[in-house]
């Protein structure tokens, strides 16, 4: 079977069909969703001006890949995904050579899983694993700590509508050297507000007097989005860094533990480099441990 690519910028809705429906189908072959979250905002809203999809056709569509060249510092990030019932002849390296071609030699993949078909395609194109993305987990059936917050800190929800600009602050304060976090715009904050899953009950706001120094935002993965039973999520915990050090980080993250337990939930999980020694020695000291790894290839 012939392939071509085609590169769009924005796709019409028929095409966004297709490229969801091929990632369900990836998703229940791999037990892995092949897109992230940014992606798959993508696909749905239309998301950044800059990025690109690219569709590989045959009689159908066989594979898709975003390429997000937003990142002025790293390079571009790249993710890809071939139909399972169109893998093994050849359609992941025609599609993985396109999106090279539209890199600047700086060019990151990631794999979500780890699976030994993407290592090897990597490898075929020169590209090197240079960063690995723990996903860890622990049973909510499992006792949870006890722990004060620091003196002079107060917890509430996050209120829509007066909240996004504090937080905005706090967010890139806490992940200044983590730019994929720090760097959210009000539309990237806004947008995770417009989705099914977003509960302001389960978005934690610590305060010292008026002013936002940390915040735990949980969040519940649904049956029907992800084939699994529902699932609580560690989404996102930052501490200004003035904080750091006052074990804020430490109680937040058991607050919303508590949370998602107080839901009926069963498990937790987060996601955490493998580079954050200090996260990772956090979460192993409240019960999470190692269950999956992304990886990040890039050109050696």
């Known amino acids: 079977m012939s392939a071509h690519v085609k590169i769009r910028e924005r796709l019409d809705d ?14 229940e072959a791999d037990g892995v969703r092949p897109l992230n979250e940014h992606v798959m905002l993508h696909l749905r809203y239309g998301g950044d001006p ?8 045959g009689d159908t569509l066989l594979g898709y890949a975003h390429v997000d ?23 992941g390296a025609r599609l993985l050579r396109s999106v090279l071609e539209l890199g600047d030699g700086r060019l990151r993949l990631w794999a979500h899983g780890d699976h030994a078909g993407a290592g090897a395609l990597a490898a075929r194109f020169g590209l ?15 006792p949870l700590e006890a722990t004060a917050l620091p003196e002079g800190v107060r917890v509430r929800a996050f209120v829509p509508g007066q909240d996004e600009e504090a937080w905005l602050k706090v967010n890139a304060a806490a992940f200044a050297h ?34 936002l120094v940390g915040f735990h935002w949980t969040k519940i993965h649904g049956s029907s ?32 533990l508590s949370h998602l337990r107080a839901r009926g939930l069963a498990q937790a ?28 290839y890039a050109l050696a």
Request: hydrophobic share 40%; no cysteine.
């Open 14 to 27: 028929a095409e966004i069909a297709e490229v969801l429906g091929l990632v369900e189908a990836a998703t």
């Open 50 to 57: 800059q990025a690109r999809s690219l569709l590989l056709y």
């Open 69 to 91: 060249p937003t990142d002025e510092v790293q390079g571009p990030s790249a993710e890809l995904v071939i139909h399972p019932a169109h893998r093994r002849q050849g359609h």
């Open 128 to 142: 090197e694993r240079v960063r690995s993305l723990w996903q860890m987990r622990r049973s909510l059936f499992a």
């Open 178 to 211: 983590h730019p994929e976090q720090g760097a959210w715009t009000m539309d990237d904050l806004l947008r995770r507000e417009q989705e099914p899953w977003f509960d302001p009950e389960g978005f934690f706001l610590a305060s010292r007097g008026d002013r």
């Open 225 to 256: 989005e992800h084939g699994h039973e529902p699932l609580g999520e560690v989404y996102v915990v930052g501490v200004d860094p003035s904080q750091q050090g006052t074990g804020l980080g430490r109680a937040l993250t058991l607050a919303g």
């Open 269 to 296: 999980m987060l996601y955490v480099d493998e580079a954050n020694t200090a996260a990772i020695r956090l979460y192993e000291s409240l019960g999470f441990a190692r269950w999956d790894v992304d990886v990040m």
